[in-house]
């Protein structure tokens, strides 16, 4: 099974920016798509983007388009989350996962991002 | 807009077998949507529970089964635990690279 630890985390201005990457190991990387799951305090799960294993393709729900970019670098093993014009409603742990099988495989442990002045 | 819909809450007696489901406002559930399913307790990363609507993941006890119950997938848990106690998702994949989560169930084991 694969490990996943974000960082990148913190307090942002409402308005600003952000980057959270995600170190992968124990699994072949470039083999896997990727993704983004964010949960809001005390909230359920909410799926923010995914990533094809060579970086092709993306995909974002309309919460987040326009706003955030997914992208990887497979030499280096890294996933990553580039989140602009941050609202208060962006608030929440944001994990990574793996997909397999159109579904989330293993997890990071999450990142915390606070939107805030 | 694409909503999945979760039982907000379940008990269960020690022992005992509880299904949970999983539902799609714009029509049933099927196989093709690879329902999946996700344990959580509090402060902790989501684990993987069901993929592919009935394969279990690595390490997941046989206790875990998924099925397509009518028209909404399902997640039995047979001879509940106390360490069942957990908030449970699903998730269905809507096709162009869409994942939509459900709004999760707190299963109680009392």
């Known amino acids: 099974e694969g490990q996943l630890v974000e960082s990148g985390g913190g307090l942002v201005q409402p308005g600003g920016s952000l980057r959270l990457s995600c170190a992968a190991s124990?699994?072949?990387?470039?083999?896997?798509?990727m993704s983004w799951v964010r949960q809001a305090p005390g909230k359920g799960l909410e799926w923010v983007s995914s990533?094809?294993?060579?970086?092709?393709?993306?995909y974002y729900p309309d919460s987040v388009k326009g706003r955030f970019t997914i992208s990887r670098d497979n030499s280096k093993n890294t996933l990553y989350l580039h989140m602009n014009s941050l609202r208060a409603e962006d608030t929440a742990v944001y994990y990574c996962?793996?997909?397999?099988?159109?579904?989330?495989?293993?997890w990071g442990q999450g990142s915390l991002v606070t939107v805030s002045s | 807009q694409t909503v999945v819909t979760q039982e907000p809450s379940f008990s269960v007696s020690p022992g005992g077998t509880v299904t949970l489901t999983c539902d799609l406002n714009?029509?049933?559930?099927?196989?093709?949507?690879?329902p999946s399913w996700y344990q959580q307790t509090p402060g902790q990363a989501p684990r993987t529970l069901i993929y592919?609507?009935?394969t279990r993941s690595s390490g997941v006890p046989d206790r875990f089964s998924g099925s397509i119950l009518g028209n909404k997938a399902a997640l039995t848990i047979t001879g509940a635990q106390a360490d069942d106690e957990s908030d449970y998702y699903c998730?269905?994949?809507?096709?162009?690279?869409?994942?939509?989560f459900g709004g999760g169930t707190r299963l109680t084991v009392l």
């Open positions: 996962a793996s997909r397999h099988n159109y579904a989330y495989d293993s």
């Open positions: 124990g699994f072949t990387f470039n083999k896997f798509a």
């Open positions: 990533i094809i294993n060579n970086g092709g393709s993306t």
């Open positions: 714009s029509g049933s559930v099927s196989t093709s949507h690879y």
């Open positions: 592919s609507t009935n």
């Open positions: 998730a269905l994949y809507m096709g162009s690279g869409i994942s939509v």
